[in-house]
């Protein structure tokens, strides 16, 4: 899955704004400890000029942290 990789300033800057109706940003962190975004079609036609720079970020494949199983 290819993403938008931002830095810790960055995520933190965004994470959680809302910028359309009901619509925020929602970082995701990687295996290695990466921040990541992803926009759907929609999300990017709908974002602010604000935010516009999230465009230009640099896009890299995400791989998501195994998470444990908390049933054992």
């Known amino acids: 899955m290819i993403g938008y990789k931002l830095t810790l300033e960055q995520k933190e800057a965004i994470q959680g704004v809302e910028f359309s109706d009901a ?5 995701v962190e ?14 990017t036609n709908n974002l602010p000029n604000e935010y516009a720079y999230i465009l230009d970020l640099p896009q890299e494949e995400f791989v998501p942290k195994v998470q444990e199983n908390i049933f054992k």
């Open 23 to 27: 619509t925020f940003f929602n970082c």
């Open 30 to 43: 990687d295996i290695d400890g990466v921040w990541f975004l992803f926009l759907s079609e929609q999300d």
